[in-house]
């Protein structure tokens, strides 16, 4: 009785033309002109056709003398079974004509033979809403958007119970491409907004994040967590920091720069497991700066202490910056005082005067006066290993060829800031404007080869250099915000001057390789021998 409804209209009945679930699953089968019902005794199963996909070859191998149709529906699949290939052929052909009409909200069902040309199958290809029901991640969600086959698959909408949204790119069920996804945060009424390109159902690739509690990472991630290189910063008054390095399964790790602006500080060096941890260097507003060895983010070892005065201490010294133990003190006006310190009386850095007179110091020898002021870091860390995550990202594109879909996800995108989004889900959207889309891989390799010429290199090399949107200038962006976070403001300290020097020139001889490696793939795609030449002036 609840089938029986005024509107709707069998069209066929497995009763007159036999037909059977292949898993037994049903005594008798339905076609009307909007669901498809497999009646297993007093209950029954329905099937909308709008959500119904019949495929001719089921991909299962069928017994002698039984011959196979898959029904296709966003959470099931089953097949159905006939004795011989002519109640297959009309099975198939009603079933096909009957979901096609229901997409078409049509009624004039044909006869059997007739409209049997071009265009009588259903589009494989669909848009529509549906509601999850069964067990899994995606249980009481809402998909919107196109499907391929019983699976989203292009442009769509997934909306959780819970506030979750994920806009943007799906690919056989699952997140895949570019996409907006918003979370809300349990204790308080905000999201966090990652924009990010996903693969095979996780954050894979480049992506920004704006979290709800002002903190904004902009980087890279593999399987929905923080990996390679990136940029955490947080803008909140209470706390302000940043972070420009390298993160390991969403923990900061490598080789990574620290700013506490509320302390005026910035540390260059290593890090594990969200600690500072080994060679460090500690550069103050002041123009303090010191070397040391950290363990879980405390100082072992001795270190070296450079003064605002020129002064230098070589040896232990305490996290106030007090000297203890065996050092070396080579004072601004010459003087160099050698033995063990001690924190008696309190005094620290303010007392220079006190350190000629302190109990313990051994000997004083001749004036040791640095012909230039001392450098830090060049030993402790090789310019080609601080920021391989930023390259390694670079070549992977080269290496792949620079197609299309992998450009962004490797080499990084623009859009505007959207922290409306944190407070409502009104805006979530997945479209960008023409200025925020990357220049298309081809017409950058074409370009590539008809500007060899040393006066037409120069002038395309200043416009791509120049660009947000162009690979090469997405690589000298990336390489100048980790330049800046490293010895600008805080840390344009003269001891770190060799430091920048070489790092500047270790950029120039990779931008020119990446330049190289685009030039030598688009002339081997026109089956042209790259030139030898390399010399990156």
């Given at each position: 009785?609840?089938?029986?409804v005024?509107?709707?209209?069998?069209?066929?009945?497995s009763?007159?033309l036999?037909?059977?679930?292949?898993?037994a699953?049903?005594?008798?089968?339905?076609?009307f002109?909007?669901?498809?019902?497999?009646?297993q005794?007093?209950?029954?199963?329905?099937f909308?056709l709008?959500?119904?996909?019949?495929d001719?070859?089921?991909?299962?191998?069928?017994?002698?003398?039984?011959y196979?149709?898959?029904?296709?529906?966003?959470?099931?699949?089953?097949?159905?079974?006939?004795?011989?290939p002519?109640t297959?052929?009309?099975?198939?052909?009603k079933?096909?004509?009957?979901v096609?009409?229901?997409?078409?909200g049509?009624?004039?069902f044909?006869?059997?033979?007739?409209?049997?040309?071009?265009?009588?199958?259903?589009?494989?290809?669909?848009?529509?809403?549906?509601v999850?029901r069964?067990?899994?991640?995606?249980?009481?969600?809402?998909?919107?958007?196109?499907?391929?086959?019983?699976?989203?698959h292009?442009?769509?909408?997934?909306?959780?119970?819970?506030?979750?949204?994920?806009?943007?790119d799906?690919q056989?069920?699952?997140?895949?491409?570019?996409?907006?996804?918003?979370?809300?945060?349990?204790?308080?009424?905000?999201?966090?907004?990652?924009?990010?390109?996903?693969?095979?159902?996780?954050?894979r690739?480049?992506?920004?994040?704006?979290?709800?509690?002002?903190?904004?990472?902009?980087?890279?991630?593999?399987?929905?967590?923080?990996?390679?290189?990136?940029?955490?910063?947080n803008?909140?008054?209470e706390?302000?920091?940043?972070?420009?390095?390298?993160?390991e399964?969403?923990?900061?790790?490598g080789?990574?720069?620290?700013?506490?602006?509320?302390?005026?500080?910035?540390?260059?060096?290593m890090w594990w497991?969200d600690?500072?941890h080994?060679?460090?260097?500690?550069?103050?507003?002041?123009?303090?700066?010191?070397?040391?060895?950290?363990?879980?983010?405390?100082?072992?070892?001795?270190?070296i202490l450079?003064?605002?005065?020129?002064?230098?201490?070589?040896?232990?010294?305490?996290?106030?910056?007090?000297f203890v133990?065996?050092g070396?003190?080579?004072?601004?006006?010459?003087?160099?005082?050698?033995?063990?310190?001690?924190?008696?009386?309190?005094?620290?850095?303010?007392?220079?005067?006190?350190?000629?007179?302190?109990?313990?110091?051994?000997?004083?020898?001749?004036?040791?006066?640095?012909?230039?002021?001392?450098?830090?870091?060049?030993?402790e860390?090789?310019?080609?290993?601080?920021?391989?995550?930023?390259?390694?990202q670079f070549?992977?594109?080269l290496?792949?060829?620079?197609?299309?879909e992998?450009?962004?996800?490797?080499t990084?995108?623009?859009?505007?800031?959207s922290?409306e989004?944190?407070?409502?889900q009104?805006?979530?959207s997945?479209?960008?404007?023409?200025?925020?889309?990357?220049?298309?891989?081809?017409?950058i390799?074409?370009?590539?080869?008809?500007?060899?010429e040393?006066e037409?290199?120069?002038?395309?090399?200043?416009?791509?250099l120049?660009?947000?949107?162009?690979?090469?200038?997405?690589?000298?962006?990336?390489?100048?915000?980790?330049?800046?976070?490293?010895?600008?403001?805080?840390g344009?300290?003269?001891?770190l001057?060799?430091?920048a020097?070489?790092?500047?020139?270790?950029?120039?001889?990779k931008?020119?390789?990446?330049?190289r490696?685009l030039?030598?793939l688009?002339?081997?795609?026109?089956g042209?021998?790259?030139?030898?030449d390399?010399?990156?002036r």
């Amino acid at each position: 009785d609840v089938l029986c409804v005024p509107e709707r209209r069998l069209l066929e009945d497995s009763r007159n033309l036999p037909i059977a679930s292949g898993t037994a699953r049903s005594e008798r089968l339905l076609l009307f002109d909007d669901v498809l019902v497999l009646i297993q005794g007093n209950s029954f199963q329905s099937f909308d056709l709008k959500l119904v996909w019949v495929d001719e070859n089921c991909g299962e191998k069928s017994a002698p003398g039984s011959y196979s149709l898959r029904i296709i529906t966003p959470e099931e699949t089953f097949v159905l079974s006939t004795k011989d290939p002519q109640t297959k052929a009309v099975w198939r052909w009603k079933l096909e004509q009957a979901v096609r009409q229901a997409l078409n909200g049509k009624r004039d069902f044909p006869l059997w033979g007739r409209g049997g040309g071009e265009g009588s199958e259903a589009p494989a290809r669909r848009f529509f809403s549906y509601v999850f029901r069964t067990e899994g991640r995606l249980r009481g969600a809402t998909y919107e958007g196109e499907w391929l086959w019983g699976k989203p698959h292009g442009k769509g909408t997934l909306k959780w119970r819970d506030g979750r949204n994920h806009v943007g790119d799906f690919q056989d069920g699952l997140e895949h491409g570019f996409g907006i996804c918003l979370v809300p945060r349990r204790s308080e009424d905000r999201y966090d907004c990652y924009k990010c390109h996903w693969y095979q159902g996780k954050m894979r690739g480049y992506g920004i994040c704006e979290y709800g509690n002002d903190l904004i990472y902009k980087g890279y991630f593999k399987d929905n967590v923080r990996q390679g290189f990136g940029i955490l910063e947080n803008f909140s008054a209470e706390h302000a920091f940043k972070y420009t390095g390298h993160w390991e399964n969403d923990k900061k790790s490598g080789y990574g720069v620290w700013e506490d602006r509320e302390r005026g500080e910035r540390y260059i060096g290593m890090w594990w497991d969200d600690h500072r941890h080994g060679e460090g260097i500690v550069v103050t507003q002041s123009g303090l700066c010191y070397q040391r060895t950290f363990h879980a983010d405390k100082m072992v070892g001795s270190g070296i202490l450079l003064l605002e005065d020129d002064s230098v201490y070589e040896g232990n010294f305490t996290e106030d910056l007090t000297f203890v133990g065996k050092g070396k003190l080579s004072l601004a006006n010459g003087l160099v005082l050698v033995g063990t310190f001690s924190s008696r009386g309190g005094r620290g850095l303010g007392t220079q005067a006190g350190l000629g007179t302190q109990a313990g110091l051994s000997t004083a020898t001749e004036p040791e006066r640095p012909l230039a002021p001392m450098q830090l870091g060049l030993k402790e860390f090789p310019v080609e290993k601080r920021w391989p995550g930023i390259f390694e990202q670079f070549l992977e594109f080269l290496r792949a060829g620079c197609r299309e879909e992998m450009e962004e996800s490797c080499t990084g995108f623009h859009v505007q800031s959207s922290r409306e989004l944190r407070e409502s889900q009104e805006y979530l959207s997945c479209q960008r404007g023409a200025e925020e889309i990357s220049w298309k891989s081809e017409e950058i390799l074409e370009e590539l080869v008809r500007h060899q010429e040393p006066e037409e290199l120069q002038g395309y090399l200043e416009k791509a250099l120049g660009s947000s949107l162009h690979p090469l200038g997405k690589l000298l962006r990336a390489l100048t915000g980790a330049f800046q976070a490293t010895y600008a403001g805080i840390g344009a300290n003269r001891h770190l001057l060799a430091m920048a020097q070489d790092e500047v020139k270790f950029y120039s001889r990779k931008i020119w390789e990446f330049y190289r490696g685009l030039l030598r793939l688009a002339l081997e795609r026109e089956g042209r021998a790259p030139s030898e030449d390399a010399d990156p002036r």
